[in-house]
T-cell receptor, first 113, second 113 residues
Framework: DAGVIQSPRHEVTEMGQEVTLRCKPI?????LFWYRQTMMRGLELLIY????????DSGMPEDRFSAKMPNASFSTLKIQPSEPRDSAVYFC???????????FGNGTRLTVT | GEDVEQSLFLSVREGDSSVINCTYT??????LYWYKQEPGAGLQLLTY?????DMKQDQRLTVLLNKKDKHLSLRIADTQTGDSAIYFC?????????????FGRGTSLIVHP
């Protein structure tokens, strides 16, 4: 089991650029979560998918953020345009079902200058 | 206020026991989790307890749940320098059919040789 795989591990971009973060959940897991971690706000849930369908996106901060899950093995989180305050570590996590613990990827550290 | 609260720091000497505490607010919590985050990595599930249990032991780890006081603790026996990390408490609450975990801010455990 390779675990949850995120790419890239680090992303440095300039303000105004588009950023796409990628996630491959654990095979057989049907729930996928995107979290953002900052010193100021801790771990925040951005969006949650179940069976590839977005269930709760109330944590997505603005329209600049969008997430997709075109199939069970791939999800993207896109920020367009990016701003310096988006700098954070973005985690993807998956779980087998709603009663199961989350398994996290190693995160993408995003720096927007 | 936050749904899950933890103290931010704990410092212990190697070989001593560590006790990390957590309080939560929702009495309908179903599962309560402890995750460990090492630098540059994602959150790793350490252990979890179902809300109808009082205690769970797994090698050096003991989880105690006081449901009346909504208090959860993680005890690490014979703490080692490799246990230095951030420890997150999380609760999982059923909501419209989904169980979205809510995380605390994390407790940084520092182990002195």
């Amino acid at each position: 089991d390779a675990g949850v795989i995120q790419s890239p591990r680090h992303e440095v971009t300039e303000m105004g650029q588009e950023v796409t973060l990628r996630c491959k959940p654990i095979s057989g897991h049907n729930s996928l979560f995107w979290y953002r971690q900052t010193m100021m706000r801790g771990l925040e849930l951005l969006i949650y998918f179940n069976n590839n369908v977005p269930i709760d996106d109330s944590g997505m901060p603005e329209d600049r953020f969008s997430a997709k899950m075109p199939n069970a093995s791939f999800s993207t989180l896109k920020i367009q345009p990016s701003e310096p305050r988006d700098s954070a570590v973005y985690f993807c996590a998956s779980s087998r079902d709603r009663d199961s613990p989350l398994h996290f990827g190693n995160g993408t550290r995003l720096t927007v200058t | 206020g936050e749904d899950v609260e933890q103290s931010l720091f704990l410092s212990v000497r190697e070989g001593d026991s560590s006790v990390i505490n957590c309080t939560y607010t929702d009495s309908s919590s179903t599962y309560l989790y402890w995750y460990k985050q090492e630098p540059g990595a994602g959150l790793q599930l350490l252990t979890y307890i179902f809300s109808n249990m009082d205690m769970k032991q797994d090698q050096r780890l003991t989880v105690l749940l006081n449901k009346k006081d909504k208090h959860l603790s993680l005890r690490i026996a014979d703490t080692q320098t490799g246990d230095s990390a951030i420890y997150f408490c999380a609760e999982s609450i059923g909501s419209g059919g989904s169980y979205i975990p809510t995380f605390g801010r994390g407790t940084s455990l520092i182990v002195h040789p």
